[in-house]
């Protein structure tokens, strides 16, 4: 005799199932002209100079697709620290969505942000390259790698970045 309810693990592996089964051709309807995104990020990095430091960073970028699989937006970060430099900033990015098939898309992101920290005014110059899985028709979630250099009064350096970025499309 079998039991109308369900243990928490066969709930899980159901949920699963229906996930896998349900994430279909997504991504290509939402990288269209017209269609805006807005995407939250958290991002860790290690920089080596001008002190050996672990960086953390939580930003937003917002974004309008204008052509197919291109986006103009703007960027916002508040980042910190393991030295202690703290710092908030906001700048342009364009986007251009070069791969997508399913509930898959990959893409390539510019930016610059300008901003101050604690101690001086920074800009900063970036890179990224990020892949998105559709997990429903207007929510995507994947990770992201970045390149920065950072210009300031006090030092240049560079640093590359890992970052778990969730976007949803309107």
């Known amino acids: 005799m079998t039991s109308a309810i369900l243990a928490p693990r ?14 279909t051709a997504f991504a290509e309807g939402n990288i269209r002209a017209g269609n805006a995104a807005v995407s939250g990020y958290a991002d860790v ?4 100079a001008p002190s050996d430091a672990t960086d953390y960073a939580l930003g937003i970028n917002s974004s309008y697709f204008f052509r197919d699989s291109l986006a103009l937006g703007v960027k916002g970060t508040i980042s910190g620290s393991s030295d202690s430099d703290m710092g908030a900033l906001l700048g342009p ?7 997508s ?17 604690d101690v001086s005014v920074l800009s900063i110059i ?3 390259l990020g892949l998105e899985h559709f997990l429903l028709p207007s ?4 990770p992201v790698i970045s390149y ?10 560079q640093r590359l970045g890992f970052s778990v970025n969730l976007a949803i499309y309107l």
């Open 10 to 23: 066969e709930k899980l592996f159901l949920l699963l199932a229906v996930f896998a089964l349900s994430t």
């Open 45 to 48: 990095s290690r920089r080596s």
């Open 93 to 99: 990015t364009a986007t251009y969505f070069f791969w």
């Open 101 to 117: 098939q399913d509930s898959l898309a990959s893409y390539a992101r510019a930016g610059i942000q300008f901003g101050l920290t």
């Open 126 to 128: 970036q890179g990224e």
């Open 139 to 142: 929510v995507a979630l994947g």
């Open 148 to 157: 920065s250099h950072y210009n300031s009064r006090y030092s240049d350096f």
